[in-house]
């Protein structure tokens, strides 16, 4: 069994590019996989999460940890094992923590760029923690390089790091505003990677025609749920547990659009929600990936298992 760090993942020369079409992979082989919606442990602030799958196509199965403990830095935590499944070997244990950014920013950027209207011009954005940079990280690298307008809310030092981390991008203007209600209004694209929000960001007059939400953490958004004309969802199974979900419009996957089986937006007018909430073939296919590039590097352990029946 290989033990595969933090480090050892952050280290490898994985580009944009190489990501983006990763995740757009592993949604369209999701037909060819076994995906149980993941079971959630919580109590007073922490959860732990477990989220199980296979991928059939790839011969690995395997399982991804989450934990938040908000006293812990950072609160956030991840492991991940990666099984053959063929054998039911453990091929390794992983830290989970890099690639859950990773994965989590590709399929951002996949949603903006597979639902969001042509020629989007204006983004807004809540939050700029580590999985909202790789999502404009990653989206900035693939679209079409034009005029773009950045709205982030005003929240610490987010507006100069925001500035900081694209100051290359001469083609794209940076704002800051002060409120949640102009990050919204007017904009094309609403992406948000804020992890609590007590009720709604905004009224529903804030939402043009057209706009795209992809709320990456779910919240501040629910009263988008009763009016919006679309819902492009990671998996129905996770999000069939949502207060309104018996009142969407439409529902479809977001595999079915990019297998060509169901329309994205139809129109220029039409709001679509998008709830990637995160599902565990991204981190799988990511990993098995990550795997094939360290097998030969990473330091490997063993746990004597028995290899033979043996009584207790």
């Not at 590709?106 to 954005?125: F, K, N, P, R």
Request: glycine share 6%; with cysteine.
């Amino acid at each position: 069994m290989k033990v595969i760090t933090f480090d050892d993942i952050l280290n490898l020369p994985i580009d944009s590019k190489t990501v983006y079409d990763w995740v757009k992979t592993s949604f369209k082989h999701k037909p060819e996989t076994h995906l149980p919606p993941k079971i959630s442990m919580s109590n007073e602030g922490i959860f732990i999460n477990v989220m199980p799958c296979i991928l059939y196509n790839e011969g690995v199965a395997g399982v991804k940890i989450v934990s938040r403990y908000p006293e812990r830095t950072p609160t956030l935590n991840s492991e991940i094992l990666l099984y053959d499944y063929d054998t039911g070997a453990l091929k390794a244990i992983m830290d989970g923590n890099y690639v859950t950014a990773l994965r989590t920013g590709a399929v951002a950027a996949l949603c903006v760029e597979t639902l969001a209207v042509q020629d989007y011009s204006v983004i807004g954005i809540m939050g700029f923690g580590n999985v909202m940079r790789k999502t404009l990280d990653i989206l900035f690298d693939v679209m079409e390089k034009r005029p773009l307008e950045v709205k982030i809310f005003s929240y610490k030092d987010h507006f100069e790091e925001l500035k900081r981390r694209y100051k290359g991008h001469d083609h794209i203007n940076f704002v800051e505003v002060d409120n949640y209600e102009d990050v919204v209004r007017n904009s094309d694209v609403v992406i948000s990677a804020i992890t609590r929000a007590e009720g709604d960001f905004c009224s529903n007059d804030c939402f043009k025609k057209g706009c795209l939400v992809v709320p990456i953490h779910t919240l501040g958004f629910q009263n988008c749920d009763l009016f919006f004309d679309k819902f492009v969802v990671d998996d129905i199974g996770h999000v069939k547990g949502f207060k309104y979900f018996d009142r969407f419009k439409q529902v479809t996957e977001l595999t079915d659009v990019l297998l060509g089986k169901r329309p994205g937006r139809v129109d220029d007018d039409e709001r679509i929600l998008a709830y990637c909430i995160g599902v565990a073939i991204h981190d799988i296919f990511f990993i098995n990936r990550i795997y094939g590039m360290l097998a030969d590097k990473a330091r490997e352990i063993d746990l004597n298992q028995p290899i033979e029946k043996y009584w207790a």
